[in-house]
């Protein structure tokens, strides 16, 4: 049986599918880039819960990046932000991810640009997305 936050990030990685560029979960990145971009959804941390006693209930605020890398020649910045807007525009759409949590969240993206030996540079942004879930449990 998955636990609740395994659950969550499941549906958040689901949610991002349909999306042009190749979505990972975890995953290392890649040595070919697709023209449409690259999608990396790293589980990052469900923090200290607050926790309510009555019923017992952990609420966490659990931080997940997605890692968004665009290696294009020209139009490398147009394929970059539309690429950010589509995650916005799918994030949007579901905020509960189909009930599974109260809320996600996503923060501004810090953008990176990485240099690769004798090829054009990544373009890439790390995107923190909060997501409000509840579990009966710190590991359930």
Do not use: N
């Amino acid at each position: 049986m998955a636990t609740t936050r395994d659950t969550v990030l499941a549906a958040l990685h689901a949610r991002l599918q349909p999306l042009a560029a190749l979505t990972l979960r975890d995953e290392v990145l890649p040595e070919r880039i697709p023209a449409s971009g690259l999608i990396i959804l790293r589980d990052g941390q469900p923090g200290e819960p607050e926790v309510t006693l009555s019923p017992l209930r952990y609420h966490y605020r659990h931080r997940a990046e997605l890692e968004v890398v665009v290696q294009a020649g020209t139009g490398r910045a147009s394929t970059f932000d539309t690429l950010i807007a589509a995650i916005g525009t799918a994030l949007e759409a579901d905020r509960t991810l189909g009930g599974l949590c109260d809320w996600v969240e996503p923060e501004a993206p810090a953008s990176v640009d990485l240099p690769i030996e004798g090829a054009a540079a990544l373009k890439a942004a790390v995107i923190t997305v909060v997501l409000h879930y509840t579990t009966t449990g710190p590991l359930a």
